[in-house]
């Protein structure tokens, strides 16, 4: 029998278990080891039409974790990876557990004041770093001292083609601020120093821990979630078994994903970089997704993609592009939104252009990060975030912790197998984001149907209070953006002297006639007066983290 507290267990797709089973692993190490052994002539990843085989990707990442392992750093050492989607991050990422560390992800686009931070607070011992931001490093070297910088360019580990393609970046489009950084070493060195040592296997365990994944940091400093090697495997299988009747449509030969979310960020770390292993896939890495031309013409060589996570920014950004319109998807089986929140317009216009449906999911790095995911089998945007995955509870949970009848909007709270350990050195923080029996406390506010499925209402801190009406940004952002020449929108609260506070709009114009007062018309159709943006401000561009989501808060700032 259904337990009534589970309502959406009834409707799981045929063939999806309740519960995942990670029995038979002691690791993540094994679910590599088994894709090693089981694929290792398909080819694991391409970056630039270079390819590495299954079999490449398990010496490297051995030579890889030999080398670690010969510095003498203590096991469970945290190392740290500062790179975009090229074949370095997939190898220094599975070297790194393979030598028995901690892989901390580090977004290469961080300021020398956010990656001190980073690197302090993690307690790294080694730094993987692309030579294009090995500058911001060296601001703080003598700060953070480390007993190991390993820099690599864009072009190492392509051979001759991989010399022009260094040239380019350094001498033409001159993108490697000039640094210097003593006792550094090449990824190929290391690699090779690597291959002259023998490779000690691990002794690690489910409850060791694989990942330190730093939080956004869009509500301040960026905390440090602890995922286990259990909550890493769990999540993957939650999410395979998940996305399985929808993969079981069409029979292919090898899966295919594309990789143009960065891998350094959780959800393509779980949803690309380890299902992909899992699933003998193949890795398609986009190094710069914002390169839309470049982007473009890599979709339109691979008719192929099976797979294809992204988030709403980066969905309408493509479609905005005219060369767009050609690129055709015949083998697409999941087209996944995650990262923020999916806008229906922006959703219905991508299945209208490319007639796939965009299935979105929903979770947090502390949930490593799948919690919720529509089914690959709906036939077109719900609106909703889907299903709690296997395993998984979710509850809505009211300011008083109680939770609250269906359609009641409240705080979204998860329990599973994929939820963190807590925030690294942080018991504090911890304790306050977790309830007595165990849930995690997301800081979203959402509201669940009796089927159990959720909608996700906005951010808890995003919340704008209008004379004591609750203001949701996402509602009136979807609102903003069906304004036709209206390209991207943002809103926050501003304080306001009659009405506490009001709703201040920030608008990227994709028509430039567009004018303040069509925008206020249209809202007084659509919104009710409390709800209406009191201020608009026109913006060549929004704030954006590394996936592409909206800053608020920067906006807040200003």
Same mark, same amino acid.
């Given at each position: 029998?259904?337990?009534?507290?589970?309502?959406?267990?009834?409707?799981?797709? =045929?063939?999806?278990?309740?519960?995942?089973?990670?029995?038979?692993?002691? *690791?993540?190490?094994?679910?590599?080891?088994?894709?090693?052994?089981?694929?290792?002539?398909?080819?694991?990843?391409? /970056?630039? @039409?270079?390819?590495?085989?299954? $079999?490449?990707?398990?010496?490297?990442?051995?030579?890889?974790?030999?080398?670690?392992?010969?510095?003498?750093? =203590?096991?469970?050492?945290?190392?740290?990876?500062?790179?975009?989607?090229?074949?370095?991050?997939? !190898?220094?990422?599975?070297?790194?557990?393979?030598?028995?560390?901690?892989?901390?992800?580090?977004?290469?686009?961080?300021?020398?004041?956010?990656? =001190?931070?980073?690197?302090?607070?993690?307690?790294?011992?080694?730094?993987?770093?692309?030579?294009?931001?090995?500058?911001?490093?060296?601001?703080?070297?003598?700060?953070?001292?480390?007993?190991?910088?390993?820099?690599?360019?864009?072009?190492?580990?392509?051979?001759?083609?991989?010399?022009?393609?260094?040239?380019?970046?350094?001498?033409?489009?001159?993108?490697?601020?000039?640094?210097?950084?003593?006792?550094?070493?090449?990824?190929? %060195?290391?690699?090779?120093?690597?291959?002259?040592? +023998? &490779?000690?296997?691990?002794?690690?365990?489910?409850?060791?821990?694989?990942?330190?994944?730093?939080?956004?940091?869009?509500?301040?400093?960026?905390?440090?979630?602890?995922?286990?090697?259990?909550?890493?495997?769990?999540?993957?299988?939650?999410?395979?078994? &998940?996305?399985?009747?929808?993969?079981?449509?069409?029979?292919?030969?090898?899966?295919?994903?594309?990789?143009?979310?960065?891998?350094?960020?959780?959800?393509?770390?779980?949803?690309?970089?380890?299902?992909?292993?899992?699933?003998?896939?193949?890795?398609?890495?986009?190094?710069?997704?914002?390169?839309?031309?470049?982007?473009?013409?890599?979709?339109?060589?691979?008719?192929?993609?099976?797979?294809?996570?992204?988030?709403?920014?980066?969905?309408?950004?493509?479609?905005?592009?005219?060369?767009?319109?050609?690129?055709?998807?015949?083998?697409?089986?999941?087209?996944?939104?995650?990262?923020?929140?999916?806008?229906?317009?922006?959703?219905?216009?991508?299945?209208?252009?490319?007639?796939?449906?965009?299935?979105?999911?929903?979770?947090?790095?502390?949930?490593?990060?799948?919690?919720?995911?529509? *089914?690959?089998?709906?036939?077109?945007?719900?609106?909703?975030?889907?299903?709690?995955?296997?395993?998984?509870?979710?509850?809505?949970?009211?300011? @008083?912790?109680?939770?609250?009848?269906?359609?009641?909007?409240?705080?979204?709270?998860?329990?599973?197998?994929?939820?963190?350990?807590? /925030? &690294?050195?942080?018991?504090?923080?911890?304790?306050?984001?977790?309830?007595?029996?165990?849930?995690?406390?997301?800081?979203? !506010?959402?509201?669940?149907?009796?089927?159990?499925?959720?909608?996700?209402? @906005? +951010?808890?801190? @995003?919340?704008?209070?209008?004379?004591?009406?609750?203001?949701?940004?996402?509602?009136?952002?979807?609102?903003?953006?069906?304004?036709?020449?209206?390209?991207?929108?943002?809103?926050?609260?501003?304080?306001?002297?009659? *009405?506490?506070? %009001?709703?201040?709009?920030?608008?990227?114009?994709?028509?430039?006639?567009?004018?303040?007062?069509?925008?206020?018309?249209?809202?007084?159709?659509?919104?009710?007066?409390?709800?209406?943006?009191?201020?608009?401000?026109? $913006?060549?561009?929004?704030?954006?983290?590394?996936?592409?989501?909206?800053?608020?808060?920067?906006?807040?700032?200003?």
């Amino acid at each position: 029998m259904v337990n009534p507290a589970k309502p959406w267990l009834k409707h799981y797709p =045929e063939g999806v278990p309740h519960e995942v089973d990670i029995t038979g692993y002691n *690791s993540l190490l094994d679910m590599f080891e088994e894709a090693f052994e089981r694929y290792p002539n398909r080819r694991a990843c391409e /970056y630039l @039409d270079k390819f590495l085989t299954y $079999r490449d990707l398990d010496q490297h990442s051995k030579h890889f974790a030999s080398y670690l392992q010969s510095l003498g750093l =203590e096991p469970g050492s945290r190392v740290a990876i500062m790179l975009p989607n090229v074949l370095q991050f997939q !190898i220094a990422m599975i070297g790194i557990l393979r030598a028995g560390f901690v892989v901390v992800n580090v977004n290469p686009l961080y300021t020398a004041r956010e990656l =001190e931070h980073q690197l302090k607070d993690s307690g790294a011992s080694a730094l993987v770093i692309l030579e294009n931001f090995a500058h911001v490093y060296q601001h703080i070297a003598a700060e953070v001292p480390l007993k190991q910088t390993i820099v690599t360019s864009l072009g190492e580990m392509i051979g001759l083609k991989g010399s022009i393609v260094n040239f380019v970046v350094r001498n033409v489009k001159k993108l490697v601020p000039a640094w210097d950084i003593p006792g550094h070493i090449t990824f190929l %060195a290391a690699l090779s120093e690597g291959s002259l040592q +023998r &490779w000690n296997k691990p002794n690690t365990s489910l409850s060791d821990i694989a990942f330190l994944q730093y939080t956004g940091g869009t509500t301040g400093l960026s905390k440090g979630a602890i995922l286990l090697h259990s909550n890493i495997l769990s999540n993957v299988i939650q999410t395979e078994l &998940w996305l399985e009747p929808g993969l079981k449509r069409k029979q292919v030969d090898q899966l295919v994903f594309l990789c143009a979310l960065p891998m350094y960020h959780i959800f393509a770390l779980t949803a690309c970089a380890v299902l992909g292993m899992r699933k003998g896939g193949l890795l398609v890495l986009v190094p710069n997704p914002r390169d839309f031309d470049g982007f473009i013409k890599l979709l339109k060589k691979h008719p192929n993609i099976n797979i294809f996570p992204g988030v709403n920014t980066l969905f309408n950004a493509l479609m905005h592009k005219p060369e767009f319109a050609t690129v055709k998807f015949p083998n697409i089986l999941a087209t996944i939104g995650g990262g923020m929140a999916m806008q229906k317009v922006v959703a219905d216009h991508w299945q209208e252009m490319t007639g796939a449906p965009i299935a979105e999911g929903y979770g947090l790095s502390e949930t490593s990060p799948v919690a919720c995911v529509n *089914s690959a089998l709906i036939e077109s945007f719900t609106g909703y975030i889907g299903f709690p995955v296997p395993s998984t509870e979710v509850v809505i949970l009211g300011d @008083d912790g109680i939770e609250v009848p269906f359609g009641t909007p409240g705080e979204i709270c998860i329990r599973g197998p994929q939820v963190m350990a807590g /925030y &690294w050195n942080k018991p504090e923080e911890t304790k306050n984001v977790m309830t007595a029996d165990g849930y995690f406390k997301s800081g979203d !506010i959402g509201i669940m149907n009796a089927d159990g499925l959720t909608k996700i209402v @906005d +951010r808890k801190k @995003d919340m704008v209070l209008v004379s004591g009406f609750n203001v949701y940004p996402n509602e009136v952002e979807e609102v903003l953006s069906l304004v036709p020449g209206v390209l991207e929108c943002a809103v926050i609260g501003v304080p306001d002297e009659d *009405s506490g506070e %009001a709703v201040k709009a920030f608008i990227v114009k994709q028509d430039p006639s567009l004018t303040e007062e069509t925008i206020l018309a249209f809202c007084k159709e659509n919104l009710t007066n409390y709800k209406r943006p009191k201020h608009i401000v026109f $913006r060549k561009d929004l704030p954006k983290t590394n996936v592409g989501k909206i800053l608020r808060r920067e906006l807040r700032d200003l």
